[in-house]
C-alpha cells in the first residue's frame, strides 16, 4: 500500500513538473519589443490617412515586404488591422499627441502584452500592443479613458436608445394590428360584386298564392253542408227551414263501415 502511494506521489511530481515547464514565462527582450511598438507610433502619428490608406491598395506580397523591411516583426494582414485601430483611436479620442513612455509588460500563454499610456487632443488612452510566442507584433488596442460622468452619459443614452427601439417596434406592431380589421372588408369589396352575381340569377321563384284553394275549400263545404241538411230534412220528415248546419267534423272512427 505504502509503495502505491509512493509511485502516485511520484506521477504527480512528474505531472507538475512538466506543467511547470510548459507553463514557465517565455523568454523575451522588452527593450526590443519597446522599440517596435514606438517604431509603430512614431509612424502612425505622423502619416497621413491618404499614406495609411496606401498600405490597403498593396498586394499581400508587397506588403509583407515592405514590412519585412522595416524590420518590425508583423505580417501585412495583421500590420493593416493595426492602421484600423490606430484610426478609430484618433477619431474617438482625436489626434495623437505623446506617449507616458514607459511601458509594462504582462506574460500570457500566448505571448507577451506591453501597455503603455497615450495623449490624445479630447482625452487620454491606453495602448497595448500584443506579441505572439515568437514575438511577432499581431495587434493594437487602444482603450479610450472615459470620466463617470461620460460613463454614465453613455449608459444612460444606450438605454434611452434601447427602450426607444422596442417602443417604436411596438408602436409598429400595434399599428399592423389594427391594419388587420379592414381586411376583410377590402376583401368584400374587391371580391364582393363577382359574389353578389350568382345569387341574382339563381333567386328562388316567387311562392304561389294560396287564395283561390281557399275559396274552393270553402264552397266545397257549403255543398257538403246543404247535402247533409238535405239528407237529414228527408229523414224527419221535415223542411230544411227548420235546423241550420253551422259545422261538420269528421269523427276519428268510422262507424258506418
Known sequence: MKKKISLLGLVL????????????????????????????IQNFSVM????????????ELELDLTMLNTGVPVSGENFLTMIDAWKAAEEE????????????????????NLTTEAVFADRTAELQF????????????VSA???TGEILQKAGLNTILGMGTVFVVLIFLSFVIYL??????????????????PVSETAAPAPVPA???????????????????????????????????????RRK????N
Open 93 to 112: 479620442c482625436g489626434d495623437f499627441v505623446s506617449v507616458s513612455g514607459e511601458y509594462t509588460s504582462k506574460t500570457t500563454n500566448e505571448g507577451v
Open 211 to 249: 287564395a283561390e284553394p281557399a275559396v274552393e275549400t270553402a264552397s266545397d263545404d257549403e255543398e257538403l253542408a246543404a247535402v247533409i241538411a238535405a239528407a237529414i230534412a228527408a229523414s224527419e220528415g221535415t223542411s230544411t227551414d227548420g235546423f241550420v248546419v253551422r259545422s261538420i267534423k
Open 130 to 141: 500584443s506579441f505572439d510566442d515568437k514575438m511577432n507584433m499581431e495587434s493594437i488596442t
Open 145 to 147: 479613458d472615459y470620466s
Open 253 to 256: 272512427s268510422n262507424k258506418w
Open 48 to 59: 497621413t490617412d491618404e499614406q495609411l490608406d496606401s498600405f490597403e491598395n498593396m498586394n
Open 13 to 40: 511530481i512528474l505531472v507538475l513538473a512538466f506543467t511547470g515547464c510548459s507553463k514557465s514565462e517565455i523568454q523575451y527582450n522588452q527593450s526590443e519589443l519597446e522599440q517596435y511598438a514606438n517604431f509603430i
Open 180 to 197: 388587420l380589421k379592414f381586411i376583410p372588408v377590402l376583401e368584400k369589396k374587391f371580391h364582393g360584386g363577382s359574389k353578389a352575381e
